[in-house]
């Protein structure tokens, strides 16, 4: 490909055109000759810029020496490189931004253009280039070209003052958009849904609503501090899904449809537990309008006054159930006797019902033989290691082998093996050891919908996973941490931007499809 130049005769003289060229071998003649890929129109109209940008782009993927080559040919023709920004992520999600009526969304809550303008580049940012706030600024000035925010130019490098107070002004417009979002977020989240669910592109079914909370922390060792009132600040210690109960920790819930795309989301202090959230989440997603919602949850989130407020209003649930929970109905729905039907994905399914009349439960035992054969695996491993343990207390006496035996009492892995004989010794328990075997690939579902068949129920449960992959697209594509922020609400406006842009990546293909 090569840039040539035509000229045609007009009323007005001789006029020269640009053109971006290349030859091939006309296969009638054999002779070559050009074609023209694209017109750059009048020479001296062409927009040079462009043409930095174009030479800039082609230049990455040549040698060093050819590039300088380059440069040099071009500083001959007076073209200097000035800078390049990219285009194409942040167009994309422009685009679906204002299809989706987005931007209206939020000029109704109150923000104004600028504003609005500010909120998107921060999801932009968490969708291309997840960073800090500060750094934002650096990135829609030097790096990614946002439609419609243009703030003036950053100062030179040597200006280091004046460059710091234009980066910190800009930030303060970023955390003045945070705070308006933060003013009204039950009311922004419920437009913006609408808005999407409008969208004549997109689908969303809500039928089945999935729900499951996450951790996220914070490398601080004190926490905020409570009301006075005995409710604590939102960043305290808890349990953790992080793997850092020694760090202060928000908990962070979320609802999703079966195809992973957010409803809401929510954020709690960080020792909120699952089972006492599900009043609130149900309260909430009443302005949904979400009709007919069966909410599938964990069994972090079973207990009977949660699975009656999921029935409230004519809902529904699927809930996983606790075996090991030591319920009657539990063990009753385990024991049952009956036969396995296979269906999709490799599940066997068994339906049990447990009670008469109002007492009634419906329970579904789904079991994987592929992972019933890893449970297996698993525990022999454990119990052989658990005998090469016991062989080794043989030879103790005294405070020694006390001190072991607490150490192995200690650890989860072992202590359900374990029991002490009549002479105080410990040793495998072969029944207990029977009992997880006729757990092995199995869990427990619980439903109140008896229109839904087992099949139905399993597969349904099975696609909570939706929730999980969205949790991880948050923590590791979206870089929802680190969060740098300490005051609640915007922490929770910065949940909020993270939701929105969940919203941009699950539907970015809809909509390019559409």
């Known amino acids: 490909m090569y840039l040539r130049t035509v000229t045609a005769r007009t009323k007005d003289g001789p006029v020269q055109y640009l053109q971006l060229a290349h030859n091939f071998r006309n296969p009638t003649t054999g002779q070559s000759q050009p ?9 001296d109209q062409v927009d040079r810029a462009a043409l930095e940008r174009l030479a800039h782009s082609i230049r990455r993927f040549l040698e060093p020496a050819d590039a ?6 071009l500083q001959e023709q007076g073209l200097s490189f000035c800078a390049t920004r990219s285009l194409g992520g942040a167009w994309l999600l422009d685009r679906l931004w204002h299809r989706l009526g987005l931007d209206r969304a939020l000029t109704r809550h109150g923000l104004d253009a600028e504003l609005e303008r ?10 291309l280039a997840p960073s800090s706030k500060l750094s934002v600024t650096d990135w829609s000035a030097e790096e990614a070209w946002i439609p419609g925010w243009q703030p003036p130019a950053l100062p030179e490098p040597d200006d280091e003052e004046a460059r710091l107070a234009e980066r910190k002004r800009r930030a303060n417009l970023l955390y003045r958009a945070m705070d308006a979002l933060a003013e009204g977020l039950d009311a922004v989240q419920t437009q913006v849904f609408r808005a999407i669910r409008g969208g004549s592109f997109l689908d969303l079914d809500v039928d089945l609503l999935y729900f499951d909370t996450t951790t996220t922390y914070w490398e601080i060792e004190d926490e905020d501090e409570g009301d006075g009132e005995g409710r604590p600040g939102l960043r305290c210690r808890g349990h953790t899904k992080d793997d850092r109960a020694d760090a202060p920790q928000v908990v962070i819930g979320l609802a999703v449809t079966r195809a992973g795309i957010p409803i809401r989301c929510w954020v709690w202090p960080g020792n909120t537990a699952d089972v006492t959230v599900i009043g609130q989440v149900k309260r909430d997603l009443v302005g949904r309008r979400l009709g007919r919602v069966i909410t599938v949850v964990d ?4 207990s009977e006054e949660n699975l009656r407020v999921l029935q409230e209003q004519g809902g529904h649930y699927i809930a996983g159930e606790r075996m090991r929970s030591g319920k009657a109905a539990v063990r009753e729905a385990l024991g049952r006797a009956g036969r396995y039907r296979q269906v999709r994905q490799g599940l066997e399914v068994k339906e049990v019902l447990v009670g008469e009349g109002e007492a009634r439960r ?4 789904v079991r994987n033989p592929a992972e019933a054969e890893r449970d297996r695996r698993r525990r022999e491993a454990v119990l052989a290691e658990l005998a090469e343990r016991l062989r080794e207390l043989e030879g103790l006496t005294g405070d020694r082998r006390l001190r072991r035996e607490a150490e192995l009492l200690a650890e989860e892995g072992y202590r359900r093996y374990l029991r002490r004989t009549a002479s105080g010794v410990l040793a495998i328990d072969r029944d207990q050891v029977a009992a997880e075997a006729r757990l092995d690939g199995k869990y427990l579902l ?38 740098y922020h300490r005051l609640a609400d915007r922490i929770r406006a910065h949940v909020l ?16 499809l559409s």
Request: charged content about 20%.
């Open 35 to 43: 074609r023209i890929l694209y017109n750059f129109g009048r020479l």
């Open 497 to 512: 931007l993270w939701q929105c842009t969940q919203w941009a990546v699950w539907l970015a293909p809809s909509s390019c």
């Open 299 to 302: 069994r972090g989130f079973v």
């Open 118 to 127: 500010a909120v998107f580049t921060l999801v932009a940012n968490r969708a």
């Open 446 to 483: 619980r439903t109140s919908d008896d229109t839904l068949s087992a099949e139905d129920v399993a597969l349904g449960y099975r696609q909570l996973q939706a929730v999980e992959r969205a949790f991880r697209t948050l923590k590791t594509t979206l870089d929802l941490r680190p969060v």
């Open 68 to 73: 300088a080559g380059l440069r040099s040919a």
């Open 362 to 365: 419906r329970y579904v035992v």
